[in-house]
């Protein structure tokens, strides 16, 4: 039922149902938020978003308040932008005063607010925050002193993620945001995956920076210093230096990366090849021999631990395939090591990921041998943009240049990777092949492609219908459990992806990044995958080379010790 209301003196039209503030966003009409998060249900917490209606004696939540016919709105006037001001006035009264040294300097909602409403003096004194910070977690740190209960984080955690880790505390003015008992955030359920620092308004969540340690080791001259870097990481900067949003500046990259001093510069694209290789042999293996079904991938770092901590039971079900980075960083320090003539402890391996969780993952115990991990330091884009503005790098004045060899040659379905059902479509290429012996007429899956949260296909192959299944936020993944729990029989392959859209939009990404430019970059891979003609992971000839000259075949001895792990149930502890 379409509906008129006015808004600052001009008519518009509304929905039944509809609330304010959806009503103004689809009109180009801005009014501020701190608390609203689209597609989550309204809680009218932070009250930024209020508006003036007539014939009401108090201001209302535009985020939760439904339009009605006839309803007469004023989102700018004298009323409520003295409200708003006095909101963001009373926030800063015990908000640390160290936005120079804050991590979100320049990219803070709350300061945005501030010169926005021109806070330009202190009218309003309270007790500043004196909470500690939490360092205990491998990937996130905490400084509660500069949360404003705004409280996406924890629903971002519950409701997308189903973990839960993070919750309110305490009642009234005592109220805070921390994990149970006020522990540190590694004795909780969190699994690192980065989101609630995606949606954080302030510097009271950040990544585990390791730009210093960085810097430290290219500044040395004892070891040689390497660096991969994801499939998603080259089209999720460009918009950062002012390039077209989504556009694939891979060759710059491996420049920038050289200029900082980087010895060596590989593309993790190539081990997700590597990964699909040996995956698409245990898919295979599983299903020729009636081994455990269905086969979860295991890519995704923070869907590991998850799968540790909540659904134990399915542990047998995954991948026993490192991660792309992991294959990548044991393959460096061994076959690569070869090569080069370099002995692996003399090696410093630096990895640029999307994700948080991959922080956590490189520490593993089982990421490594004889004492030497495979990947040494892990990065996150954001990270990667604060280096190659240190560094004074101009990226409009660079040249582009190739990856170093071997594991220089990449396909498109590795490089599909960065966007939920790559992973799947790239193992699903190889998988036909090697069953069928030809390659799939058409490469393009679409029922695997788009941002839907759960996505599923029946694939022929042979005398073989395999049920696949797409999800992303694991939220997601927990009801598709629990229908497999419940008996569903009819999937053999399944692809989790942790952060909603995949790596694309991880934790570890650019934060503030539109959904339109979420969107450019999953183009720009499939636009890749389009215009490339090695499509497919078995046919680079490097992958060959590589099973050749050193691993043997798929899921055989040498490459089970390098490139293959386990996992076991982790308690949590509160």
């Known amino acids: 039922m379409s509906l008129i209301i006015e808004i600052n003196g001009k008519t518009y039209e509304a929905n039944q149902g509809e609330t304010i503030l959806t009503v103004l966003n689809r009109n180009g009409i801005k009014v501020p938020t701190l608390c609203y998060m689209k ?24 985020c939760s308040f439904p339009v009605s016919n006839g309803m007469k709105v004023k989102t700018h006037s004298p009323r409520v932008v003295e409200a708003r001001k006095t909101i963001v006035e009373l926030l800063l009264s015990n908000h640390p005063d160290d936005c120079l040294f804050c991590i979100r300097n320049s990219n803070c909602e709350l300061q945005d607010l501030s010169k926005e409403y021109h806070v330009v003096d202190r009218r309003i004194h309270g007790v500043k925050n004196n909470h500690k910070m939490d360092h205990s977690s491998l990937s996130i740190i905490r400084d509660p002193a500069k949360c404003i209960l705004c409280g996406r984080c924890v629903r971002v955690c519950e409701e997308t993620m189903g973990v839960s880790c993070i919750e309110y505390i305490n009642r009234g003015s005592k109220t805070v945001i921390g994990t149970t008992m006020g522990k540190g955030l590694n004795t909780s359920s969190c699994v690192n995956c980065g989101q609630c620092i995606m949606v954080c308004p302030t510097g009271a969540l950040s990544e585990r920076n390791q730009t210093t340690m960085v810097q430290e080791v290219l500044n040395q001259n004892e070891k040689t210093v390497v660096v991969q870097y994801a499939p998603s990481i080259s089209v999720s900067i460009a918009e950062e230096f002012g390039m077209k949003p989504g556009q694939d500046v891979n060759g710059i990259l491996n420049a920038v990366l050289r200029k900082m001093g980087f010895g060596f510069v ?26 455990t079904m269905p086969m979860f991938t295991s890519c995704c770092p923070a869907w590991v631990k998850y799968a540790e901590e909540f659904a134990p039971d399915f542990l047998d079900n995954l991948s026993s395939c490192k991660s792309p980075q992991q294959m990548a960083g044991a393959i460096i320090k061994s076959y690569f090591a070869e090569k080069a003539s370099l002995k692996p402890e003399d090696i410093i391996s630096v990895s640029i990921m999307p994700c948080t969780a991959k922080k956590f993952e ?213």
Request: aromatic share 6%; proline share 2%; with cysteine.
């Open 39 to 62: 597609d989550f249900l309204p809680t009218g917490a932070c009250r930024m978003c209020v508006v003036e209606l007539e014939g009401s004696a108090k201001l209302v939540s535009s």
């Open 266 to 291: 590989f593309d993790t694209t190539f081990a997700a090849d590597l990964t699909i290789m040996e995956e698409a042999s245990e898919l295979i293996d599983r299903i020729t021999k009636g081994k």
């Open 362 to 574: 490189a520490q593993r115990e089982t990421m490594g041998r004889n004492g030497i991990n495979d990947v040494d330091i892990v990065i996150s884009t954001r990270e990667l943009i604060e280096l190659i503005k240190l560094y004074g790098i101009d990226m409009h004045k660079v040249e582009p240049e190739l990856t170093d060899s071997p594991l220089g040659v990449r396909s498109s379905a590795g490089k599909i990777f960065g966007a939920t059902g790559g992973v799947m479509e790239a193992a699903l290429r190889t998988a036909y092949k090697k069953l069928t012996g030809n390659e799939l007429t058409n490469f393009k899956i679409a029922a695997l492609r788009g941002f839907q949260g759960r996505k599923e296909a029946k694939i022929k192959i042979n005398n073989l219908e395999i049920g696949v299944a797409v999800v992303s936020g694991l939220a997601n993944a927990r009801m598709l459990l629990d229908e497999i729990r419940n008996g569903r029989t009819d999937l053999h392959f399944i692809e989790v992806m942790t952060c909603p859209g995949g790596c694309i939009a991880g934790g570890g990404q650019r934060i503030g990044a539109s959904e339109s430019f979420v969107a450019a970059r999953m183009q720009s891979l499939y636009e890749i995958d389009d215009s490339e003609t090695l499509k497919v992971s078995h046919k680079n000839p490097e992958i060959i080379e590589l099973y050749n000259d050193f691993l043997g075949e798929p899921l055989q001895h040498k490459s089970h010790e390098l490139l293959h792990t386990h996992y076991c149930k982790r308690d949590v502890l509160l």
